[in-house]
C-alpha cells in the first residue's frame, strides 16, 4: 500500500549512509545517499525521482538572527503555520540565497537608515549642550554607514533597473551579507514577508525497489562554494552532507513518480543509456531491475565524468555486470583525462553506425544530467547520426528523432534538470 506522503506531509526518513563516490583529489563530491523508508509503506518503480525535504542549518539561522537583532523566539506565522522564529528560518523558507524582492525592498529601506541618521542627528544636537555643526566629524562618523564612498542608494536603484547587476549580485550573497552591507533594519514578519517559501529538491532514484526493498538510493552532487570570506552552497546537498547526522536525523522525503521515464514494458527490446556525472543514477536503477527481471534485450551504458581515477562511480557494479553480461556495452568519456574534451555525445558520434542498427531494432534511448548544454549536444548528436547512418535529411533526420522516436514511439526518454 502507497501511504499519503507528499511534500507537504512528507515521511520522517532517516539517512543511512552517506559517503563520498569520488577518489582522492577529485575537484567534485558526489555522494551516494541511502534513506530508509522503515514502515512508510513508500514504494517506487525505477525511473521515479525522490523528493527530499532540507533544513537551513542552525548555524546560518543562528547568524542572521543576530545581524538582523531579532529574538529567536519570537512567535511567527508562516506559509507552516505558527512557530518560533528560529524554527521557522530553519524549515520554512529558504535563507541561503538573496532573492530579488528584498533587494527590491532595499530601496525604501536604505532611505529609511538614512532618515534614522538624520533623526539621530536632529536628537543628539537636541540633547548635546553645545549646538551641533555639520563640522563635528566625531558624531557623523559615528552615524553614518562605514563606507562612506559608497552610494547605496545608488547601487540598489542600479540593480533594480538592470537585470544583469541585479544577478551579479544575488549571485553570491545571501541575507546575512545583505543585512550587513546596507546596515538596515527588518521585522521578522517583514522579513518572512520578502523571503522564499522553502522548496523540496528532486533527486533521481539511483535503485530498484526490488533489489533493496525498504531503501531508496541516490547520486548527489554536493554543491560548494565560498563567496565573500565564508564557506557556503546549495541548501539540500549541504544538509544532506554536512548537517544530517547518519541514522539519527529525521529528514522528510517523499516519491516524485515518472509516467514516461519508465523502462519498456518488453523486456526483449534493447536500450541504449546517457548518464555523465549524476546522470548515471537512474541507470544503476536500471541495470538493477533489468538483472531481476532477466529479459533478453541488451543493455548499453555510455558513462562520462571528469577523469577515470577520480569519477569512475559504482566501478565494481559496472564491472560485474559487464563480466556478467547484463551490460551488453560500456562506453566512457573522460572529459579531462586527455588534453581534448571528450564527451558522450563524441562517443556516441563514433559508435554512430551501431547506435543506429539498435535503433532500427527498435532500441529504447535514454538521457539523464544536465539539462542545459550535455542534453542539447546529446539530441544534436542523435541528429548527426540519424543523417549519417539513416541517409536521411538534416529534416528528415530531425523529424525522425524528435517527432517519430520521442513523440510517437515515446522511446526516447529524458529525465534532464
Ligand atoms: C527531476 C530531477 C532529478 C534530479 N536528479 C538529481 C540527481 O540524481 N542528482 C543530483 O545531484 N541532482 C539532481 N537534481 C538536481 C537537484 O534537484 C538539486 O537542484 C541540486 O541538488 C541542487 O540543490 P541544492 O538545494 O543543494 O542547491 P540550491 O540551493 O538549489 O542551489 C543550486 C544553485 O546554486 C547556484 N550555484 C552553483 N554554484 C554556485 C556558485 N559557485 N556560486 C553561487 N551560486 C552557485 C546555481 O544557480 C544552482 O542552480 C535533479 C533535479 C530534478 C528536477
Ligand atoms: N541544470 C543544472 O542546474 C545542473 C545540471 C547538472 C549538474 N549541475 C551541477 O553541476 C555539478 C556537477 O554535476 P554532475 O556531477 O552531474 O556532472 P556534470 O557537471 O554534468 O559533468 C559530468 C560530465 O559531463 C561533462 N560535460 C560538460 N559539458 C558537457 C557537454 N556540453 N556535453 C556533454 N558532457 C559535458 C563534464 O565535463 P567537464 O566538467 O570536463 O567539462 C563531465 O565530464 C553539480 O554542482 C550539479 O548540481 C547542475
Not at 532514484?205 to 538510493?217: K, Q, T
Not at 559504482?314 to 562506453?331: P, V
Amino acid at each position: 500500500m502507497m501511504a499519503d506522503w507528499s511534500a507537504k506531509n512528507p515521511y520522517m526518513s532517516k539517512i543511512t549512509e552517506c559517503y563520498i563516490l569520488n577518489g582522492e583529489g577529485s575537484r567534485k563530491e558526489t555522494r551516494h545517499i541511502v534513506f530508509d523508508l522503515g514502515k512508510s509503506g513508500l514504494d517506487y518503480k525505477v525511473g521515479d525521482a525522490l523528493g527530499v525535504v532540507a533544513e537551513n542549518p542552525a548555524n546560518t539561522v543562528e547568524e542572521l538572527i543576530s545581524v538582523a537583532g531579532w529574538d529567536g523566539n519570537h512567535i511567527v506565522t508562516t506559509h507552516k503555520g505558527e512557530s518560533k522564529l528560529r524554527d521557522a528560518l530553519r524549515k520554512d523558507v529558504e535563507i541561503h540565497r538573496v532573492n530579488k524582492k528584498f533587494v527590491q525592498s532595499l530601496n525604501e529601506k536604505v532611505t529609511s537608515s538614512e532618515l534614522r541618521i538624520s533623526v539621530k542627528l536632529i536628537d543628539r544636537t537636541r540633547e548635546s549642550t553645545t549646538s551641533f555643526s555639520s563640522g563635528d566629524s566625531a558624531l557623523l562618523q559615528e552615524l553614518m554607514p562605514s563606507n562612506p564612498s559608497d552610494d547605496p542608494v545608488g547601487r540598489i536603484e542600479n540593480m533594480i533597473s538592470n537585470g544583469e547587476a541585479m544577478e551579479d549580485y544575488i549571485w553570491s550573497r545571501d541575507y546575512i551579507d545583505v543585512i550587513r552591507e546596507f546596515d538596515v533594519t527588518y521585522t521578522p514578519e517583514e522579513f518572512l514577508e520578502l523571503v522564499d517559501r522553502l522548496k523540496p529538491r528532486l533527486y533521481s532514484i539511483a535503485s530498484s525497489h526490488d533489489a533493496h526493498p525498504g531503501f531508496v538510493e541516490l547520486t548527489v552532487a554536493i554543491v560548494r562554494y565560498s563567496h565573500h570570506g565564508r564557506d557556503r552552497g546549495g541548501l539540500c546537498t549541504i544538509y544532506m552532507a554536512d548537517e544530517v547526522k547518519v541514522k539519527k536525523t529525521n529528514v522528510g522525503v517523499f516519491m516524485s513518480p515518472t509516467k514516461s521515464f519508465v523502462l519498456p514494458e518488453d523486456k526483449s527490446i534493447d536500450i541504449i543509456m546517457v548518464g555523465p556525472g549524476t546522470g548515471i543514477a537512474p541507470f544503476r536503477a536500471f541495470m538493477e531491475q533489468r538483472v531481476i527481471d532477466g529479459g533478453s534485450g541488451r543493455n548499453w551504458l555510455f558513462f562520462g565524468d571528469q577523469s577515470e581515477k577520480t569519477e569512475f562511480y559504482y566501478k565494481d557494479e559496472i564491472e560485474s555486470w559487464l563480466d556478467e553480461g547484463h551490460l551488453y556495452r560500456f562506453t566512457t568519456a573522460w572529459s579531462r583525462d586527455q588534453e581534448e574534451k571528450i564527451y558522450v555525445q563524441h562517443r556516441l558520434k563514433e559508435h554512430g553506425k551501431e547506435v543506429w542498427e539498435w535503433f532500427e531494432r527498435g532500441a529504447y534511448f535514454y538521457i539523464c544530467g544536465d539539462k542545459t548544454y550535455m542534453a542539447k549536444d546529446v539530441h544534436k548528436a542523435l541528429i548527426e547520426i540519424a543523417i549519417e547512418h539513416g541517409n536521411m535529411s538534416e529534416e528528415a533526420a530531425t523529424i525522425f528523432i524528435e517527432k517519430t522516436m520521442m513523440k510517437e514511439q515515446k522511446r526516447y526518454l529524458r529525465d534532464v534538470y
